[in-house]
Nanobody, 123 residues
Framework: QLQLVESGGGLVQPGGSLRLSCAASGFTLDYYTIGWFRQAPGKEREGVSCSRSRGSTTYYTDSVKGRFTISRDNAKNTVYLQMNSLKPEDTAVYYC????????????????WGRGTQVTVSS
């Protein structure tokens, strides 16, 4: 059974850092396009970052460029989202999602979703 589990969320002060993890089971994550999304209360889910198959290409939404970094650890079958210089507007539930090998980084490509992890940035 293909499964994604996020972890690493929590409460952090503005300017702080968190590293989110997305652990996969039931498939080899390296072959898949992996995206990180977030959804704040009352807002639509938005794409934050994406790593295409084998990490060949990465993308970031403008609001997180220079602050967030997506990476893969194939030995652990895990994708990370390193988040630095966090701002209150980064507060949201963060989700990882997987799209079949070769997929583009578009929302309609994703077939498998985790349940999310809460990130709260507040003083």
């Amino acid at each position: 059974q293909l499964q994604l589990v996020e972890s690493g969320g929590g409460l952090v002060q503005p300017g702080g850092s968190l590293r989110l993890s997305c652990a996969a089971s039931g498939f080899t994550l390296d072959y898949y396009t992996i995206g990180w999304f977030r959804q704040a209360p009352g807002k639509e889910r938005e794409g934050v970052s994406c790593s295409r198959s084998r990490g060949s290409t990465t993308y970031y939404t403008d609001s997180v460029k220079g602050r967030f970094t997506i990476s893969r650890d194939n030995a652990k079958n895990t994708v990370y989202l390193q988040m630095n210089s966090l701002k209150p507007e980064d507060t949201a539930v963060y989700y990882c999602a997987a799209a079949p090998p070769g997929s583009m980084c578009v929302k309609t490509s994703y077939k498998y979703w985790g349940r999310g992890t809460q990130v709260t940035v507040s003083s």
